[in-house]
């Protein structure tokens, strides 16, 4: 991991009230990232006055969006566009998450035509796949990963990839307490790369960054980034608590200087 900067990112869901969003920014806007870059995703409602607390006080976290409609205007009620996010300074936007495919209905089609939307636009866009209990149970994990990732990259510009991260999110460890071991985690995101290598190339397999989300803890961050295809994570329940998500923070940023450091030294 040594060549790639972590990432860690909070998704907020559908929470807090516009007093707690301030007090999270406030915290997170205290955070030292040493290594570890750092983004949130806020509600959609609150995404203008936390992107702008963040700029008063000087961080350099980045604010994202939890979603994006894939057509950029039009008669579309309640849905938003790459350009409106844009026109707020929001660079970054979360598609595919498990919830937006699994509650919300989301298509694997979809996800890919938002996908390739925000990338068009210059966007950062972490895409979320992951695979459900009973396709694990039933050993699907790697074909299942393969197939959303190919359908999520399907109609990307390959000059485009550069701003693309992707999340492994196993649907069965997000909010459960549940967590893929350190060891089966690391196996998914070495899948995931060899998959990405098919699509792309060896030069941005091996940039891209591909997180983890399920159930991250102050408790399990350091073993899960010490895994070399583990790159940070992408955080729900654990980012409402300032100081739960700052530990995971330095977490990932300890990881990244432990692998430079060794990198050195051999």
């Known amino acids: 991991m040594a060549s790639r900067q972590p990432l860690v990112g909070g998704n907020w869901k559908m929470n807090t009230a516009s007093s707690e969003a301030d007090a999270l920014a406030g915290a997170v806007a205290s955070f030292q990232p040493g290594a570890c870059q750092i983004a949130i995703f806020p509600p959609f409602v609150y995404l203008d006055r936390v992107a702008a607390a963040l700029r008063t006080a000087g961080s350099t976290t980045l604010v994202g969006a939890q979603d994006l409609d894939h057509r950029d205007n039009g008669a579309l009620t309640g849905q938003v ?3 409106m996010l844009l026109d707020l300074g929001i ?3 979360l598609t595919g998450h498990s ?11 979809l996800v890919g035509l938002k996908t390739a939307r925000a990338l068009d636009a210059g966007m ?3 895409l979320c796949i992951g695979e459900t209990l009973e396709q694990r149970e039933a050993g699907e994990t790697d074909a299942v990963n393969e197939r959303q990732l190919r359908a999520g990259l399907k109609n990307v510009q390959a000059s ?3 701003n693309l ?3 492994y999110e196993p649907v069965w460890a997000i909010g459960t307490g549940q967590t893929a071991s350190p060891d089966d985690a690391q196996n998914a995101h070495a899948a995931i ?6 699509i792309t190339d060896d030069a941005t397999a091996d940039a891209t960054r591909i997180l983890y989300g399920g159930s991250v803890k102050p408790s399990n961050a350091n073993e899960l980034f010490a895994m070399p295809d583990i790159d940070g994570g992408l955080i729900g ?6 100081d739960d998500f700052a530990a995971i923070c330095t977490a990932a940023s300890d990881s990244a200087t432990t692998a430079t450091t060794t990198a050195q030294t051999h």
């Open 99 to 109: 919830e937006r495919r699994h509650v919300i209905g989301d298509s694997d089609e």
């Open 165 to 167: 991260v992707v999340a």
């Open 81 to 83: 566009s790459a350009s």
């Open 160 to 162: 485009t990839l550069g």
């Open 237 to 242: 329940g654990a980012s409402l608590n300032a």
């Open 124 to 126: 950062m866009c972490l």
């Open 91 to 93: 660079q970054t936007v």
């Open 193 to 198: 790369r060899g998959v990405l290598r098919s």
